[in-house]
């Protein structure tokens, strides 16, 4: 039935989520040095331009959200801060929005009969228990952060893309339904609500399978926001290297792909061939400076698993009495890289050597894992593979992870980046731009791990993370500049 107060009507579409010194890579800075002829100097570090970011909400303790050396809130901001429970988010000067959507996920659960933690108190805060808000929100717009590290690596000081703006948080983003995580029907709020508070910026690091634009609520959503003068600046997608994989493709959003930079935290496999293979990690070393006996996952298969599983790495595929005291190697796919490693641990391993299959090819990541651990591309994994099969006493040692600067090539894409071509218009071009979005650095919630799993009890205020949603606030940041500098 018709109604005079409605406009359109959409599905509420399930949606899923998709740094100390990528700002020195992009040339913001040269040497942690920043010169009156670059662009932060020009722009005032985006002095009071307004980034808001629709996510998992944010972690308002982590001092990149401290509002050090902050004056009065810019007087056009209309936003408040949900703060009205013992989880809720207190604000400041520098975070000065935080409010939280849930009614499109409730409607969507009860309509799934989802059993989750639907009652809750936690679901009506706009705190960040996900980790994924506080990074993307602080890569875009947190505040200058001296000596942040993950573990000890990368140590350097954290800054957003525009140190100087003001941020706020919009929480769309939920515990998973049926593979979905944030739905349109908060989205769209979300967006309505962002453009009545003020902000200038928008960063969206989620999305779904691209449909046409009059359907598609995060879109229309979108549009509705640049009308009134923001800018949306959306990640591409993790569904590489597919052909046309690429979400968020409206024409008036800007779409980012990921790319490395020039940084890497090696940890390299040596075998007792005298092989010496690059590869990533910010686990903690092995326990002892010396070879380890080395098996694959084939081999440490359990009596009632399936091949592929045991190879995979994959919960109950391990024989413990064949993996004690070794170091595994788990193949790339099927389940998440840090629950490889928590199967190898279980399972007795010392350390893991987690082998890219052929569509991962060269892109590495390095994975706070749980035991010593080293991630290698797929030419190395074949190398892996040929000297276990060779000799009835395979040996291994991984050394410490090392944060190594100025490494080349860089940038390359990551494989994970949605690609092209844009499937509802072919003739507009997505993504539209890449930023870096492997490896990450950028702040975390205090309410979870760093692999984000119940396994892991640790918590640490700074985490690397890969993927677009990583990618997609370095532009957003990079927006922030620009409006400072151009507020018209």
Known sequence: AKHPKVVSVFLNQGRKLHT?????????EKNDVVHSSLLWKKARFGEDTIIGNLDTG?????????????????????????????????CNRKLIGARYFNKGYYAAAAAAAYGGPLNNSLMNTARDYKGHGSHTLSTAGGNFVPGASVFGLGNGTAKGGSPRARVAAYKVCWPPINGSECFDADIIEAFDVAIHDGVDVLSVSLGGDPTDYFNDGLSIGAFHAVRNGIVVVCSAGNSGPTDASVSNVSPWMITVGASTMD??????????????????????????????????????????????????????????????GKILTCLRGGNARVDKGQQ??????????????????????ADPHLLPASHINYTDAVAVFAYINSTDDPLAFITAPNAQLYTKPAPFMASFSSKGPNTVTPEILKPDITAPGVNIIAAYSQGTSPTDEEFDRRRIPFNTESGTSMSCPHVAGVVGLLKTLNPD
Request: charged letters at 25%.
């Open 20 to 28: 100390t010194h990528s700002w020195n890579f992009l040339l913001l």
């Open 263 to 324: 940084r890497e935290f090696q940890a390299y496999v040596e075998l007792r061939n005298g092989l010496r293979l690059k590869g990533t990690s910010i686990s903690k070393p092995l326990p002892e400076d010396r070879f380890y006996p080395l098996i694959s996952s084939a081999q440490a298969k359990a009596a009632n698993a399936s091949d592929e599983d045991a190879m995979l790495c994959k919960g109950g595929a391990l024989d413990p009495e064949k993996v004690k």
């Open 58 to 90: 944010v972690w308002p303790e982590s001092e990149s959200f401290s509002d050090k050396g902050f004056g009065p809130i810019p007087s056009k901001w209309k936003g408040i801060c949900q703060n009205d429970t013992s989880a809720g988010v207190p």
């Open 344 to 365: 190898a641990a279980l399972a007795g391993a010392v350390g893991m050597i987690l082998c890219n299959d052929e569509s991962s090819g060269n892109e590495i990541i």
